[in-house]
Structures are given as C-alpha cells and as structure tokens.
C-alpha cells in the first residue's frame, strides 16, 4: 500500500486527535487507501516517523506515500482547499 499515515491513539491533545480524524475522514471520503502506523506502540515508530519527515520535533498526523514525505495536517489541509490532494500525496 502506498499512503501510510502515522498517528497515534495515544494523546490528551484534541488538536492532534481532531487532524488525525480529518485526514482519515477526507482520505476515505475519497476512497484512497492508506496505512496506519501507530506511533504509540514505540519509541522507534515516532523516531521513524521524525526522521523520514525530516524534523525531530514532528508531531502527528504526518503524511507518506511509501518512504516520501507528503506533508503534515497544515499541508494536507491546503492541498484541500486547493483541490490537490492527489498531487499532494504523489499520486498524480
């Protein structure tokens, strides 16, 4: 499967459980099958997860298609607006 999405089930932040919900929402809304990864299952998920983002301090939800970084939540939501989800997670 090509888009995985890391997340975590593991968090007192609403922020961060209101994106997750989002990006699920709008990826099955469009019928794009993804991966969960769950980064509350290790320390080594969430540090795969930051190192192939590119950033230590990187928080879910993080966004791949395969190993290449799409983008974050703030990403994922312009590429919306913008009507360009498929170019953003490097299907078109």
Do not use: T
């Given at each position: 499967m090509g888009i995985k999405l890391y997340y975590t089930t593991v968090t007192a932040s609403r922020t961060v459980k209101s994106q997750q919900a989002e990006v699920m929402r709008i990826l099955d809304s469009k019928s794009i099958q993804y991966e969960l990864i769950d980064i509350s299952l290790g320390t080594e998920l969430r540090d795969e997860m930051r190192n192939k983002a590119g950033d230590p301090t990187?928080?879910?939800?993080?966004?791949?298609?395969?190993?290449?970084?799409?983008?974050?939540?703030?990403?994922?939501?312009?590429?919306?607006?913008?009507?360009?989800?498929?170019?953003?997670?490097?299907?078109?």
């Open positions: 990187a928080v879910p939800p993080q966004i791949f298609n395969e190993d290449q970084y799409c983008g974050n939540y703030e990403m994922f939501s312009d590429a919306v607006e913008e009507d360009k989800v498929e170019q953003f997670l490097k299907m078109a």
